[in-house]
């Protein structure tokens, strides 16, 4: 049971916009502005995509973007590309012990 | 550029200590914050730790007891050892720069990652 819940998978066409949810409590997701994205093809590092919720870093295509309503933030990708089919987790600090939280990844495929 | 290489045995047998080492280059170790993070076969993230340059460190409370992270300014490295392993503890270790950075303050995230260790705990 991942801390910050993501939804398993999520799919679109190519030039489609999809969206990732990542909902966590107001310790976490909702008290701070602290969530980061990253992005991991298989047998490799994450990348990171988004940091601070919706800062893009240098690098980084416009086609991803970030976001936060309540306890929930969100990833978009738009413009979908095969090179996007990945996994994708949400990070986000947590005012607890435990500091850090990670959520338990979604899978993107490009149909 | 920062990059980060890591070295250690990627085979350790169950009961023994873990032992990593992340080297730094393209950059100083000072005044900066290092991160141990792994990941299970087939699995997601977990957040092992963090330590600041100076040797201040935050561990994850579920591995806190097993776990002592260290910083060497002279070599440019920091290291993570991990106690007593089960087969529990056979992941990919991957080091990081963050959570925390001094120099821009008020935010968190992890980047660069080294592409990552896979230790085997196994007899």
């Known amino acids: 049971q991942s801390a910050l819940t993501q939804p398993a998978s999520v799919s679109g066409s190519p030039g489609q916009s999809i969206t990732i949810s990542c909902t966590g409590t107001?310790?976490?997701?909702?008290?701070?502005?602290?969530v980061s994205w990253y992005q991991q093809h298989p047998g490799k590092a994450p990348k990171l995509m988004i940091s601070?919720?919706?800062n893009r870093p240098a690098g980084v295509s416009n086609r991803f973007s970030g976001s936060k309503s309540g306890n929930t933030a969100s990833l978009t990708i738009s413009g979908l590309q095969a090179e996007d089919e990945a996994e994708y987790y949400c990070?986000?600090?947590?005012?607890?012990?435990?500091?850090?939280?990670f959520g338990g990844g979604t899978k993107v495929t490009v149909l | 550029q920062v990059q980060l290489l890591e070295s250690g045995p990627r085979l350790v047998k169950p009961s023994e200590t873990l032992s990593l080492t992340c080297s730094v280059s393209?950059?100083?170790?000072?005044?900066?914050?290092w991160a141990w993070i792994r990941q299970p076969p087939g699995k997601g993230l977990e957040w092992i730790g963090y330590?600041?340059?100076?040797?201040?460190?935050n561990y994850n409370p579920s591995l806190e007891s097993r776990v002592t992270m260290s910083v060497d300014t002279s070599k440019n490295q920091f290291s993570l050892k991990l106690s007593s392993v089960t087969a529990a503890d056979t992941a990919v270790y991957y080091c990081?720069?963050?959570?925390?950075?001094?120099?821009?303050?008020?935010?968190?995230?992890?980047?660069?990652w080294r592409q990552g260790t896979l230790v085997t705990v196994s007899s």
């Open positions: 990070s986000s600090y947590r005012r607890s012990n435990t500091l850090v939280v």
């Open positions: 601070d919720v919706n």
């Open positions: 393209g950059g100083s170790i000072s005044s900066k914050y």
């Open positions: 330590i600041y340059y100076s040797g201040s460190a």
């Open positions: 107001s310790s976490d997701v909702g008290g701070f502005n602290y």
């Open positions: 990081a720069r963050g959570p925390l950075h001094i120099a821009t303050p008020g935010t968190w995230w992890f980047d660069p």
